[in-house]
Nanobody, 117 residues
Framework: QVQLVESGGGSVQPGGSLRLSCAAS????????MAWFRQAPGKERELVAR???????NYRDSVKGRFTISRDNAKSMGYLQMNSLTPEDTAVYFC???????????WGQGTQVTVSS
């Protein structure tokens, strides 16, 4: 069982930045693909960005060039740097890890990001 704990959410004005962190309770973090999802009120959860076990990254189109996903396997940490935030980025952001043998998927409890003037 892997526990994921997000931090770094908060309120920011449009154009601002936030850095989300995800701490994983495993020393085998390197074998997991890690992702950030978000869910806005009344909307479905959506993939924001993913980083594979070999650090291949992909992003949803609306955040390309603004968000950067990264990982530090030695610290069992994942990150999401968010720049040029807009009100449309307002959501609860969830950390996700997928992998291992047998394959498992884990979720954090989420951290609120609010972008408002």
């Amino acid at each position: 069982q892997v526990q994921l704990v997000e931090s770094g959410g908060g309120s920011v004005q449009p154009g601002g930045s936030l850095r989300l962190s995800c701490a994983a309770s495993t020393t085998d973090f390197r074998i997991y693909s890690m992702a950030w999802f978000r869910q806005a009120p009344g909307k479905e959860r959506e993939l924001v960005a993913r980083i594979s076990a070999i650090s291949t990254t992909n992003y949803r189109d609306s955040v390309k060039g603004r968000f950067t996903i990264s990982r530090d396997n030695a610290k069992s940490m994942g990150y999401l740097q968010m720049n040029s935030l807009t009100p449309e980025d307002t959501a609860v952001y969830f950390c996700n890890a997928y992998g291992g043998k047998p394959l498992r998927e884990y979720w954090g409890q989420g951290t609120q990001v609010t972008v408002s003037s």
